[in-house]
């Protein structure tokens, strides 16, 4: 038995989901991943389609065809769906090292197969490149170039935030994410995808209603959301043990992110490592609402 995936409306509201750890409410659209048993069965974990990832190529869910209960979903959903699909499945950025004039391999070659986001510039692309880089990432192509490069602009800035993190070593991305009150748990994947999701939209708040748990948010798609989605709060612990909320959302708001000044620009790194090894922690541009002087951070070299 291999790893199967099905999509159904939530018949009750008993099942958590596997992401975001919030009760998945009765008639919400989630995604089932059944796995082999120990026995000759399968196991089927639920989530949000917002908090599914679709698989790497080659690890099951080639297409849409294999999403099994598909045809008992509403249209409206099935758009939803057909849009997570393509979300999940854009192309990893490809890293430009000529240095030179954008090649059209760096634009891209028909299929998405080679599209470096980070390097690209909106503005002076034409309308069919325009196109094909939305289409890559599952975006809507049909507008006038204006609106298509405003529709680009947030992809290209995510795709640039998300190169600079990655180069950062896990002591790093972790330290980020104890100077902004986050989770600091999990893989490079997933503590670079936290970085980049506070710095583009503002750190994830503690809970209005508890005021012990860090709020977790999923997003319906990658792009278009402004940093708004279902806010849930995952609970906290206390003296008396583990403390569960049940607090619920769509929006929330979220203080700056702070960073240190080293991170966009590894140029610095060498004056930092000169100094004392204590850097200013930079608000985000987006969200620098505080006239408060920057807390400050010790982080610690790539090599440590």
């Known amino acids: 038995m291999e790893t199967s995936y099905c999509v159904e409306y939530s018949k009750s509201n008993r099942a958590t989901c596997k992401g975001c750890k919030a009760k998945i409410d009765k008639d919400v659209l989630r995604i089932g991943i059944s796995v082999p048993g120990p026995g000759d069965y399968l196991m089927t974990s639920w989530r949000h389609l917002e908090c599914t990832k679709r698989p790497k190529p080659g690890k099951g869910l080639e297409s849409l065809d294999e999403l099994h209960g598909l045809a008992g979903i509403g249209k409206d959903d099935v758009a939803k769906i057909e849009m997570w699909f393509q979300q999940s499945a854009a192309p990893a950025v490809a890293a430009n090292k000529s240095g030179g004039k954008?090649?059209?391999a760096d634009i891209g070659d028909g299929d998405g197969t080679c599209m470096n986001y980070a390097i690209l510039e909106p503005k002076k692309m034409k309308v069919g490149e325009l196109k094909e880089a939305l289409a890559a990432v599952g975006l809507p192509t049909t507008a006038k170039k204006g609106e298509l490069v405003v529709a680009l602009l947030p992809v290209v800035e995510r795709a640039k935030v998300?190169?600079?993190?990655?180069?950062?070593?896990?002591?790093?991305?972790?330290?980020?994410?104890?100077?902004?009150?986050?989770?600091k748990s999990g893989n490079k994947e997933e503590l670079v995808e936290r970085c980049v999701d506070g710095r583009l939209f503002g750190a994830l708040p503690r809970c209005p209603d508890c005021g012990g748990g860090v709020l977790r948010v999923a997003y319906a798609q990658k792009y278009g959301h402004s940093g708004q989605g279902r806010f849930t709060c995952p609970g906290h612990y206390e003296d008396e043990?583990?403390?569960?909320?049940?607090?619920?959302?769509?929006?929330?708001?979220?203080?700056?992110?702070?960073?240190?000044?080293?991170?966009?620009?590894?140029?610095?790194?060498?004056?930092?490592?000169?100094?004392?090894?204590?850097v200013a922690a930079n608000t985000s541009p987006a969200s620098s609402a505080t006239s408060a002087p920057p807390p400050t951070a010790r982080l610690p070299d790539d090599d440590e």
């Open 102 to 104: 954008k090649r059209k």
């Open 162 to 183: 998300e190169e600079a993190y990655s180069k950062l070593s896990n002591d790093k991305l972790k330290a980020m994410l104890e100077l902004n009150g986050q989770k």
């Open 241 to 278: 043990g583990w403390i569960t909320c049940g607090f619920k959302s769509m929006d929330a708001e979220r203080p700056p992110w702070k960073e240190p000044s080293d991170v966009h620009d590894q140029k610095k790194k060498s004056q930092n490592a000169g100094g004392s090894g204590t």
